[in-house]
């Protein structure tokens, strides 16, 4: 039986318009299709990599400008690192921006609606696929009318106020300037102890509450909650023992448990703490400052994390044991940062104030992508929900009163009629 001509004699048949006519012909074509679709993919993967390299570096330059007390005390601390892949991007590139009030001001947040508007790319989010679906912040106040909600907790958190307060503008949510100062806040701060960033009222009313300080301090926290009327909070990254990562949760759980039973309409929720991706897992003494000469690496955390004595398991295991106890509700964060461990600033430290680039390791703070920090979002409006549908239940059972929102209705409209009033709301809720 005679062989089949190789792929070489077909290709050259082709050449010569004969050999089988048709069938070579597309053999070659495909071939040379196939081939010159290579070419151009990897020009385009390299185009793009110095597109986004460039103006990751403009946006650096630009912001030294601006920030123009680093030039001063010569400080390396960049706002974007442009020798990483992606482009490590940080929130000292917008937060400034929060107190301007100037229109002519640039602002990155304002100007930047979409995801390939920054120099930078998400290489562990789809916007199309995630589940729970990448949402803005807006859509998380808009639950909360008239209403003020706190964030609070560790430098993590802070991660997650600058990006809601970006995110708010880049939704059109907020006037400008972003921030404020009032009176009373001036002396909420005196008395607590904590520095905070308070947002002008939203179309709808409602206002953002951001501060930070590190370890739980039940005086701080019950100084503040009077305040406000919904809180997300975690704390969970200063502590570094199972047994200091379960007292602390044992009792910011039960203080928050306890201001959401002494009324109606308070919101209680806890946010999973982050992942850490140090060698051996989570942050251990020293493990922030390699040996000189070291590269600082974040290592992928183990598929297979079951038993495991890594306090970002152990502390993701804790949460989901103590908060339903207390009636607070887990705001999902520790799965969506597992995965992240070549998203840090690495080399660079959290925080400005570095002289010299290698001083530290950070493998705890995470590079800023919209994409990301939607994901969150989307997460956190879920909780949130959850978080108001438990409220309205147990205001129902009678276990607290009246939900503010019901407290309108005169009295002699509630009971059968209360149930229409608290079905309409809750899936109202439900369609945002």
Known sequence: MRKPPSATRRRRAALRGGGGGGYGARLFMQEAVGRLWDSLSRTHAIWNGKSLVNQCEVDNTAWRTEARMLQQRREVTR??????????????????????????????????????????????????????????FWETMRLLPNKTLWLHGDSVQTQLCDAALCSLLRADALPWPALHRPQ???????????????????????????????????????????????VVMNHGLHYHSVAAVGAMLRAALAQLGAWRAGGAG???????????????????????????????????????????????????????????????????????????????????CSYHGQRRVGICCDCTHFCYSPLFWDAAFGGLLLALRQA??????????????????????????????????AGARAREWLSL
């Open 79 to 136: 706002a974007a690192m442009c020798d990483t892949q992606p482009p490590c991007l940080t929130e000292l590139l917008f937060t400034h921006e929060f107190w301007s009030g100037s229109s002519e001001t640039r602002s990155r947040c304002r100007s930047r609606k979409y995801d390939s508007d920054w120099p930078t790319v998400e290489p562990h989010v789809n916007r199309r696929k995630q589940r729970p679906r990448p949402r803005s």
């Open 184 to 230: 009373w806040l001036q002396a909420l701060e005196l008395e607590s102890g904590l520095s905070m960033r308070l947002t002008q009222r939203m179309p709808n009313g409602a206002a953002l509450l951001c501060s930070a300080f590190g370890p739980h301090k039940t005086e701080q926290v019950d100084a503040v909650l009077p305040h406000v009327d919904a």
């Open 266 to 348: 308070r919101l209680a929720l806890w946010r999973e703490t982050s992942a850490q991706h140090f060698a051996g897992g989570a942050y251990s003494a020293g493990a922030a400052r390699p040996p000189p000469g070291t590269p600082c690496a974040c290592v992928r955390a183990p598929s297979d994390a079951s038993g495991s004595s890594d306090l970002n398991v152990v502390s993701a295991r804790l949460e989901r044991e103590i908060a339903p106890a207390h009636g607070v509700v887990l705001v999902p964060f520790s799965n969506l940062t597992r995965a992240r461990h070549d998203m840090h600033r690495a080399h660079f």
């Open 388 to 421: 108001l549908l438990q409220d309205l239940r147990q205001a129902r059972q009678g276990v607290h009163g009246a939900p503010r929102g019901l407290r309108a209705v005169a009295p002699a409209a509630r009971g059968s009629g209360a149930d229409a009033v």
